[in-house]
C-alpha cells in the first residue's frame, strides 16, 4: 500500500496558537513580512518542525475564546494532525512543497562537501538546531548532509543521532511528495543519497 495513504490508528493532534509561535522568530519577522499564502483542501504543505503534510480541512473554529479559521494538516511520518489559523499561516512557516527545479538544488546541497560547523559539540548542537528552526529546506538539508558525513567518518553522540534521525524525517516526508514516492520510499531514497555520497568523501588512508 502507497506509504502516503497510511492511515493511523490514533493520530496526535496539536493546535498552533499565537503563543506557540517561537519569539526568536517573531523577533526575526520584525523586519521581514512573511507571506501568507491562500491554502485549500487538498494542498500539500510543508510546517517547520513537524515535516510535510496535507490540509484535510479548511474551516471556522471557535478556540483560546475567539473564532477564527483554520487549516487542520495531516502530517503523515509522525501520524500527527495540526491546525494552524489561516492568519498565522505565514508567521508559522507553513509553506507549498518544493517543485522540480528546487528538487535539483536540494539534491546537489546533498551531495555536497562539508560545511564548517562549530568543534564544541553544545555549539555545533545549537548551530544546527538553529539551522532546522528556519524551516528554509537548503539549511535543512545542509545540516542532515554535515551529520550524515559526521557519522560516517567520527560517529555522532546520542543527541546528535536524535537530530540526525528528525531532521532526516522532516526532509524525507517532503521529498515523498515532491518525488511522488511512498514514504518507505523516500526514506530509503534520502538514506541510499546519503551514504553513498559520505562514503565518496573519505580520504582512501582513512577508508583504509
Known amino acids: 500500500m502507497d506509504g502516503r495513504r497510511r492511515a493511523a490508528s490514533n493520530p496526535k493532534e496539536d493546535t498552533i496558537s499565537d503563543t506557540d509561535i517561537d519569539p526568536e522568530l517573531l523577533e526575526d519577522l520584525e523586519a521581514v513580512i512573511p507571506v501568507n499564502i491562500d491554502f485549500e483542501c487538498g494542498d500539500q504543505v510543508v510546517y517547520p518542525h513537524h515535516g510535510a503534510g496535507v490540509v484535510m480541512k479548511k474551516e471556522m473554529r471557535k478556540m483560546f475564546g475567539a473564532e477564527r479559521e483554520y487549516l487542520t494538516i495531516k502530517i503523515l511520518h509522525n501520524d500527527m494532525t495540526v491546525m494552524v489559523p489561516c492568519e498565522n499561516a505565514g508567521i508559522a512557516g507553513l509553506r507549498r512543497i518544493i517543485d522540480e527545479e528546487m528538487v535539483k538544488k536540494v539534491l546537489a546541497v546533498l551531495r555536497a562537501d562539508l560545511s564548517e560547523m562549530p568543534k564544541n559539540w553544545n555549539r555545533r548542537f545549537k548551530h544546527n538546531r538553529d539551522k532546522i ?15 550524515a558525513i559526521r557519522e560516517h567518518e567520527k560517529g555522532l553522540s546520542t543527541g546528535e543521532k536524535q537530530m540526525y534521525t528528525r531532521a532526516k524525517k522532516i526532509l524525507a516526508s517532503e521529498l515523498m511528495y515532491a518525488l511522488e514516492k511512498s514514504d518507505d520510499e523516500s526514506e530509503a531514497y534520502l538514506d541510499d543519497l546519503l551514504t553513498t555520497s559520505a562514503a565518496s568523501k573519505i580520504p582512501e588512508s582513512a577508508a583504509k
Not at 133 to 147: A, C, F, M, Q, W
Open 133 to 147: 528552526k528556519t524551516g528554509d529546506i537548503y539549511e535543512l538539508s545542509e545540516v542532515v548532509r554535515n551529520l
